[in-house]
């Protein structure tokens, strides 16, 4: 079996899931979308409602303004890896509850194990608490925290953004800081420098 193989098994097997209660209510688990062999990836809280629709994560307005500040340091969708916590959407976009962020989690993780991104950047609070423990949102943005065989970057989730001008800014300057990285990563990977 390749790699993109288990990485597409594993995404049959997400949308079959019942671990827990979501399966009754979601119209369409979200398992996540991108390259497989992305050196970023991106993690928000759950799917929403027009994610749930389409089966499809940050479809909705977070979407699109994830989408710009993407394009804003060169990338695409199509570069990296979108995901969520959760891969079915909580009613009335309520926050996810210990019992399916537990039952997803392994989900996340063999994400993790296959695709290999090189920095995983956590979107919101709940991704930093599912993954790294509680942590405010005003300590920890714009910060890479390594692992054992991990990098993770944490930065608000978009939906805030949409909420607080100031803080569509401070992802702009934490995405700044991303960008930084990714091109040391790849003069580092190379072994050339930009002047040559």
């Known amino acids: 079996m390749t790699h993109l193989d288990e990485l597409l098994s594993l995404h049959r097997e997400i949308e079959q899931c019942r671990r827990c209660p979501l399966w009754k209510t979601r119209k369409n688990a979200v398992p996540g979308e991108g390259s497989a062999v ?4 991106f993690v928000g809280e759950a799917p929403g409602a027009r994610e749930d629709e389409y089966g499809r994560p940050f479809v909705g307005r977070s979407g699109d303004l994830l989408t710009k ?3 804003e340091i060169g990338l695409s969708r199509n570069d990296v890896f979108i995901t969520s916590i959760l891969k079915s959407h909580p009613p009335r976009n309520r926050p996810p509850i210990k019992l399916e962020i537990d039952a997803c989690f392994p989900y996340l993780l ?10 995983i950047v956590l979107l919101g609070s709940v991704a930093v608490s599912a993954v790294m423990g ?3 949102m005003s300590d920890c943005h714009g910060r890479f925290y390594e692992g054992s065989d991990r990098v993770f970057f944490m930065t608000y989730h978009p939906a805030a953004a949409l909420r607080f001008p100031e803080v569509r800014e401070v992802m702009r300057t934490d995405f700044a800081i991303l960008k930084t990285h990714l091109d040391q990563v790849a003069v580092i990977s190379t072994g050339t420098d930009s002047e040559s």
């Open 134 to 136: 509680p942590w405010k």
């Open 110 to 119: 063999k994400q993790f194990e296959l695709i290999q991104p090189s920095v």
């Open 69 to 71: 500040l993407l394009a």
């Open 38 to 41: 992305a050196d970023v990836m």
